[in-house]
């Protein structure tokens, strides 16, 4: 069932509604060309991570409602890491990634940020995402604490700001299928977490 929610996620980790209104399908194919045109223009206008965001998010839902061969630009997970990556546009010195991701069930993804503001809309399958926040202590400065959990269907949307901490866990007997969108990553701003040591190291 398409549900075609809109979450924010914030470094704090709490999922917000990002509050975006609903896309009808064009009239006429909404080219990636254009997509990455209109993308380009909104990062060169708009400073603000979360006003990106809420900008961008609207024309994803139109670009995948529309270009339906964008669905089928997915490569099977590796069985050695359970999930793969396909670009469908990267370039040099263009400031973001378009890719489309699948995720193994039965695999579960890191504690991690991305270091820059994302978006992931998913496809096909079901996903859990858990949240964490930073909660530092004296002696353990990379302590996280626990948020809470969304579960995501086909037509759902989640973004994040660059700090947000999230998990993954594809859910159901079929590989999870999500269109994935990142801004330039801050290469000395994502970690990766281990929750059993409370410590964390660049990823």
């Given at each position: 069932m398409m549900t075609d929610q809109t979450w924010l996620i914030t470094d704090d980790g709490e999922p917000l509604a990002l509050g975006v209104e609903a896309v009808a399908e064009p009239e006429h194919p909404y080219r990636l060309y254009r997509f990455l045109t209109e993308l380009e223009d909104i990062l060169a206008a708009e400073a603000d991570d979360v006003a990106r965001l809420r900008a961008i998010a609207p024309r994803v839902r139109k670009l995948l409602i529309s270009s339906y061969w964008l669905q089928l630009?997915?490569?099977?997970?590796?069985?050695k890491t359970g999930w793969a990556v396909n670009f469908l546009y990267r370039e040099h010195q263009f400031p973001l990634t378009v890719q489309m991701v699948t995720w193994q069930p039965g695999t579960v993804s890191t504690i991690h940020n991305h270091g820059t503001w994302g978006l992931v809309a998913l496809v096909g399958g079901q996903e859990n995402n858990r949240f964490w926040r930073r909660s530092p202590t004296p002696t353990t400065p990379h302590r996280l604490e626990t948020v809470g959990e969304l579960l995501l269907g086909p037509g759902d949307?989640?973004?994040?700001?660059?700090?947000?901490?999230?998990q993954v866990e594809p859910l159901g007997n079929e590989p999870t299928v999500s269109f994935n969108l990142y801004g330039v990553t801050q290469l000395d701003q994502r970690y990766q977490f281990d929750l059993a040591t409370q410590t964390a190291r660049l990823f």
């Open positions: 630009e997915h490569n099977q997970p590796d069985p949307i989640i973004t994040f700001t660059p700090g947000a901490i999230h």
